[in-house]
């Protein structure tokens, strides 16, 4: 099979590799669409301590093409729309155990960081890939590959949400208006919230608008948490999602917290500086500080179930679609501050 393979931080080859093959409970995946994520462009660039060389792409959604003798043929069929859960976690420790299986500690010390022995990597920039059954989540045929590309990004941002519990009437402010502050942005204007966002461009503020926005800010023109206090009553957003990976907005995204309230650290920092947070403030008002990272077993079933009933559509975040032959040119656009999610189609599926 042809996979992308990462040689080199910046040096990525269409590159003839076996084709693997299914055990008894897997199933053999062809993939179809695969996104690009900011970890992929970080990858690209060098930002990360991963072994190389490496297969990105954790973000994908394709077809069954074998069955492994294991798998239940009641449920699963070749052919059949699936994508996969893609945390490679234990299923034995505490973590696991007690629902938390998106921060499974065993998961970063996988292959998909690191693999002395071969390539590391989560292989959706392949055009096959090895999945157990248990980790399937099957897909309507109406939905198209490219939305589905998006399911890892829609759970981690449904695990946001989740976590914050968000309720019919909140004030709910993004920080940060790229793709993911664009998903919280049309995910808790769907739970019902009032939904602020900052963000310094233009062109995403109006966007966020059309996507389900009630306000927008311009921090590089106004006193950010001023602006949702006048917007609040005085009170600050009862949930405040900083999406962003600069440390100085963690501050800022505190002080725009109400009373009682929950601020959820949404993304990694880089870099990953310390930030002197005002404890005092904290007692006394009773903020809540979480954090929120990848997406969990249930929140991939209802990225996938959303989709499936028509409730919700990503379309208006998919950039741009590229054939895998040009990744070069996806990466480039990816890359680019004012795009969207840059989605990679491999056409030819031969192995």
């Given amino acids: ?27 053999l995946v062809k993939i179809h669409a695969s996104g690009i994520c900011v970890n992929d462009v970080r990858d690209f660039k060098g930002d990360c301590n991963f072994s190389y060389p490496r297969i990105g792409g954790h973000e994908y959604a394709g077809e069954i093409c074998e069955m492994g003798s294991a798998v239940n043929k009641d449920r699963f069929h070749v052919g059949q729309k699936v994508v996969t859960y893609i945390i490679d976690n234990c299923n034995e420790c505490y973590y696991c ?7 499974c500690p065993d998961f970063s010390h996988t292959t998909a960081y690191q693999n002395p022995d071969g390539i590391s990597g989560f292989g959706g920039f392949a055009q096959y890939i090895t999945a157990k059954a248990s980790d399937l989540y099957i897909c309507e045929d109406h939905v198209s590959y490219e939305k589905l590309a998006l399911t890892e990004p829609i759970a981690c941002v449904l ?58 800010i311009d921090p590089m023109n106004t006193d950010a948490v001023a602006e949702v206090k006048k917007l609040t009553g005085g009170m600050g957003a009862k949930v405040v999602f900083d999406t962003t990976a600069v440390p100085a907005l963690a501050l800022q995204a505190i002080e725009c917290t109400a009373k009682c309230g929950t ?59 590229y054939d895998y032959n040009d990744f070069d040119e996806a990466m480039a656009c990816a890359m680019r501050p004012d795009t969207y999610k840059v989605v990679l189609k491999m056409e030819d599926h031969d192995k």
Avoid: C
């Fill in 1 to 27: 099979m042809k996979a992308l393979v990462m040689s080199e931080p910046g040096h990525v080859k269409m590159t003839e590799i076996p084709t693997p093959v299914p055990k008894e409970d897997e199933v």
């Fill in 97 to 103: 155990k007690n629902g938390y299986e998106n921060v």
């Fill in 159 to 216: 695990n946001s949400i989740n976590k914050s519990n968000v309720e019919f009437g909140d004030d709910v402010l993004v920080i940060g208006g790229g793709t993911m502050g664009m998903l919280h942005v049309m995910l808790a204007h769907l739970r019902g919230a009032r939904v602020i966002l900052s963000e310094p461009m233009k062109e995403r503020r109006d966007k966020a608008l059309e996507l389900g926005a009630n306000d927008v």
């Fill in 263 to 321: 601020v959820v650290m949404f993304s990694s920092l880089h870099p990953n500086k310390p930030v002197e947070v005002n404890l005092g403030a904290i007692h006394s008002t009773q903020v809540n500080i979480t954090g929120a990272q990848n997406g969990s077993v249930k929140t991939f079933w209802q990225a996938v179930q959303i989709m499936n009933k028509g409730v919700f559509d990503p379309t208006p975040l998919i950039e741009a679609v």
